[in-house]
């Protein structure tokens, strides 16, 4: 059984840093895609950046140039740092994943997911 579990989320001020984790547990395939999406209360989740097995990144418009994902596979923790952060990015962010190769980047594509960690940023 996967399981997906965020930390990291909480308040700052706009300008600041935050570094979300997401720790994979029961993951045996070889090859997967992992992902960060974050949701705002009646909207739909937003992909925010994808990393593959290969830790070749992509981005969202709005991430790039701001937010890093990255992944220590030893440990088996995904990570996001979010620098630079805007009342925009206020959001409860989630940590997904799917086994392949590619990088995905629709939520549809993902079949697990963690339970979320709340962003809030304040200006």
């Known amino acids: 059984q996967v399981q997906l579990v965020e930390s990291g989320g909480g308040s700052v001020q706009a300008g600041g840093s935050l570094r979300l984790s997401c720790a994979a547990s029961?993951?045996?395939?070889?090859?997967?895609?992992m992902a960060w999406f974050r949701q705002t209360p009646g909207k739909r989740r937003e992909w925010v950046a994808s990393?593959?097995?290969?830790?070749?990144?992509d981005y969202a418009n709005s991430a790039k140039g701001r937010f890093s994902i990255s992944k220590d596979s030893a440990k088996n923790i995904l990570y996001l740092q979010m620098n630079s952060l805007k009342p925009e990015d206020t959001a409860t962010y989630y940590c997904?994943?799917?086994?392949?190769?590619?990088?995905?980047?629709?939520?549809?594509?993902?079949?697990?997911w963690g339970q979320g960690t709340q962003v809030t940023v304040s200006s």
């Open positions: 990393i593959d097995s290969y830790g070749n990144p």
């Open positions: 997904a994943a799917d086994p392949g190769r590619g990088l995905k980047d629709r939520e549809d594509e993902f079949a697990y």
């Open positions: 029961g993951y045996t395939y070889s090859y997967y895609c």
